[in-house]
């Protein structure tokens, strides 16, 4: 029986022009080299989107698959020497649903000792209990195929995909800075258009413009003030405050008159604002209720990862054996304890942003580059119970934000941390489903 299963997802490698840079590279080759020299008796699960595939739009069918040998030669010339150590297998996720409707590329993959299963589950046997393992998507109402295995059966996602993650990729190098290939990083996607916000405001707008308006936003929260007060004196309602505000600025001679000035414009242009957003709001707020009607926008309160747990409690309850519930496709890891079982999400070797909002006035939000690259280690300890470590690689975030993205937010706060071994000892009887069955049923 094996020792221990090694699982990692959500790669993304391939695609149009500059989503084909792959930073982890040397990461992942390293990872590979020690998983070849070890004498443990393990298996490597590549646990859904290992490749990019929808992110190609200039060739089609299996030519994919040879542009991404021909790619990354070194990385297929290292899935080949750790497949003849230890088995490889690979299900597919959405980005790579192609896998799962070609039984051609069970042959290609094969060369290279990887084992293409074409399911949407898989399970093992560890100890007296049995791992669970799933890309996600099938969760997922904008991803989830409706007929696994058919080629034609493309969820919305895959067309919005076509039309904006492939578009993003082949544009990228065309900006002043080259960060349009990161869309992939952004979860969940209704931060896109915050995300370019930002990106169009740091990187891409004209540096005089953007140091122009700059104190207008930094000013905004305070000009907000100067407006109230200016209405209050205006109307004759209370004149105390705006007479208080003009002699503070008159205590700084022309510095004062130039902030007097400033708050003058603010106020002008807070008011123009405020008519055209009164029209916006309503158009946005009837355009969400569209969109949630069609299941595309979803109400925040939601996380995505209850989706996940509760389908990991359904598991559980059906099948008493199962002591981890593994799957990927959001990009968020996390190792959660229900019930004295596991659930475990295998995050992505992407880059990850974390979004942080100024400290002041309304600038936009800046996103911060950094990496999570992890893998999982689930094996059966001596007691009968199921260890689930969680180990990093070592990666440092990229120094990309502007020195003016710097100073107008705070540092950025590192996420919870995932504990490095959880252990777990299920009281269920298992079942005698063979390991290789779905207990989901599907």
């Not at 590329?105 to 393992?133: I, P």
């Not at 960060?179 to 990083?185: E, M, P, S, V, Y």
């Not at 008011?271 to 969400?288: E, G, K, N, S, T």
């Not at 019930?339 to 002041?360: I, P």
């Amino acid at each position: 029986m094996t020792d221990s299963y090694y699982l990692i997802s959500d790669l993304h490698i391939g695609g149009d022009e500059q989503l084909g840079r792959v930073d982890f590279l040397d990461e992942l080759l390293s990872f590979l080299r020690t998983l070849e020299a070890s004498d443990e008796d393990a298996e490597l699960i590549i646990n859904g989107d290992a490749f990019g595939l929808w992110e190609f739009t200039d060739v089609d069918g299996l030519d994919k698959f040879d542009a991404l040998v021909d790619r990354y030669p070194e990385l297929f010339e290292q899935f080949e020497a750790t497949g003849d150590r230890i088995p490889i297998t690979l299900i597919p996720g959405n980005h790579d649903y192609e896998l799962a409707a070609y039984p051609e590329y069970v042959d290609r993959l094969a060369e290279f000792n990887v084992t293409l299963r074409q399911e949407v589950s898989l399970t093992r046997n560890v100890g007296d209990h049995v791992l669970y393992v799933e890309h996600g998507m099938q969760r997922d109402p904008n991803n989830r195929i409706p007929d696994f295995g058919n080629p034609y059966a493309n969820p919305p996602g895959y067309f919005v995909n076509r039309q904006l993650t492939s578009r993003a990729g082949r544009l990228s190098e065309r900006g002043k800075f080259n960060w349009l290939k990161d869309i992939q990083a952004v979860t969940p996607m209704t931060q896109i258009p915050a995300w370019m916000l930002s990106n169009y405001f740091y990187r891409e707008m004209s540096p005089w413009l953007r140091y122009v308006s700059a104190p207008f936003l930094l000013l905004f929260n305070v000009g907000f003030l100067y407006v109230l007060a200016f209405a209050l004196d205006a109307t004759g309602l209370w004149s105390l405050p705006m007479d208080l505000i003009e002699r503070f600025l008159g205590l700084f001679g022309p510095v004062g008159l130039l902030v007097d000035v400033l708050l003058t414009a603010n106020l002008a242009v807070t008011l123009l604002l405020i008519l055209v957003a009164i029209p916006l709001f309503v158009f946005a707020r009837d355009v969400r209720k569209t969109l949630r009607r069609f299941g595309i926008d979803q109400p925040d309160e939601r996380d995505s990862a209850d989706t996940y747990l509760e389908g990991a409690r359904a598991l559980f309850a059906s099948d008493p054996a199962v002591a981890v519930f593994v799957y990927g496709h959001t990009h968020r890891p996390a190792v959660t304890e229900i019930d004295g079982r596991v659930v475990v999400n295998t995050g992505t070797w992407l880059k990850r942003l974390r979004r942080v909002e100024s400290a002041f006035g309304v600038l936009p939000p800046v996103f911060y580059s950094w990496y999570q690259l992890n893998y999982v280690r689930v094996s059966a300890t001596e007691d009968g119970g199921v260890a689930v470590d969680y180990e990093l690689v070592a990666k440092q975030a990229p120094d990309e934000e502007t020195w003016f993205q710097r100073l107008v937010t705070p540092a950025p706060k590192r996420d919870d941390a995932i504990p490095p071994r959880t252990v777990v000892r299920p009281t269920g009887e298992p079942s005698e489903a063979d390991a290789e069955s779905d207990p989901s049923g599907r």
